[in-house]
């Protein structure tokens, strides 16, 4: 936070750039909230399709196996 001190001119351009930087801030905290709360909703629909490729045949279930371990790490690095 910059002090507002000075001309008054500087004082309005320091409170300015407070303004600013709070806003940023809370954008920032705001996203970061977004992003988690997505990871952890993704997280029952992965593990019912992780369910589901344990009965497919032998020979999908690696791929579908993979592609749900890459899902599960983006939503891990989400949350």
């Known amino acids: 936070m910059l002090p ?3 001309p008054a001119e500087v004082r309005a351009t320091a409170a300015a750039l407070n303004r600013l930087s709070g806003r940023l801030q809370a954008a920032a905290a705001s996203r970061m909230r977004l992003v988690a709360a997505a990871g952890h909703d993704l997280r029952t629909p ?4 992780r369910l589901r490729a344990e009965f497919l045949p032998d020979v999908e279930r690696p791929s579908w ?3 749900l371990d890459e899902l599960e790490r983006i939503a891990d690095s989400a949350i």
């Open 4 to 6: 507002e001190t000075g």
């Open 65 to 67: 196996l993979a592609d």
């Open 46 to 49: 992965i593990t019912r399709l």
